[in-house]
């Protein structure tokens, strides 16, 4: 087993003042296969020059812990390989994504989804991830396809929200400590897909992902912080 970092399990991480401390900070072991470094790339932050960095690194690694083992690997798992599109953003790097029209929304609006280290308005605690999942690339192509996988993951993975985009089929998965479990999407049928009190919300779905892999689960991973 790979050590993510040399840190014990009670340490406080501080945000990184130095190039050694965020490399160090990049190494932490989030799951199996998902280090933290791998949710730090922003074009926003590219192009601009602003520091994605997290403010308080143990609440964004607690948060993207949850998130990667009890979502991300599971799909890892089943799907094979993952596309991160957008991972964390730091709150001075969202809030200019908002303030520029940059597909972002308020730091209010995205604490517990893609800032990870601030918790939202009821104190709760939550990460998101934009991904693209390739197999679905691979096998769909209708534009409707989208609802495939997200019935798949409605009926196996404990998400908070999903929301679908048409490029790549990209989506926004949330883990979040009070789940929602809302499906929206920006693609045709746009919309809410499904939210509890929707008639279509409870059952069995698998009509809609005939023909997708066995679920797989992930090994059980034992990280260092």
């Known amino acids: 087993m790979i050590p993510a970092v040399d840190a014990q399990e009670n340490d406080v991480m501080r945000k990184p003042n130095s190039m050694k401390g965020l490399e160090d900070l990049g190494r932490v072991r989030l799951s199996q296969n998902f280090f933290l470094r791998d949710f730090l790339h922003s074009e926003i932050a590219d192009f601009y020059r602003i520091p994605n960095i997290p403010e308080d690194p143990d609440l ?81 192509h209708d534009e409707s396809d989208w609802q495939r996988l997200a019935w798949w993951i409605h009926d196996h993975l404990p998400y908070a929200s999903l929301c679908f985009f048409p490029k790549l089929w990209a989506f926004n998965i949330q883990w979040h400590e009070r789940p929602k479990r809302v499906i929206q999407s920006y693609v045709s049928p746009r919309g809410i897909l499904t939210k509890p009190g929707m008639a279509n919300w409870e059952g069995d779905h698998a009509a809609f992902y005939k023909g997708f892999p066995a679920p797989t689960a992930p090994r059980v991973l034992k990280v260092m912080r």
Not at 64 to 83: N, S, V, Y
Not at 87 to 103: C, D, I, K, Q, W
Request: aromatic residues 8%; hydrophobic residues 40%; negative net charge.
């Open 60 to 140: 964004a690694i607690e948060a993207g812990k949850r998130l990667c083992e009890e979502l991300l690997e599971p799909l890892e798992a089943t799907f094979g390989r993952l596309h991160i599109r957008s991972g964390y953003r730091s709150p001075a790097v969202n809030r200019f994504g908002n303030e520029n029209n940059l597909n972002c929304s308020t730091n209010a609006s995205t604490a517990a989804h893609h800032i990870w280290d601030m918790r939202d308005f009821d104190g709760c605690m939550g990460a998101a991830v934009c991904i693209a999942v390739p197999w679905m690339i691979d096998h769909y």
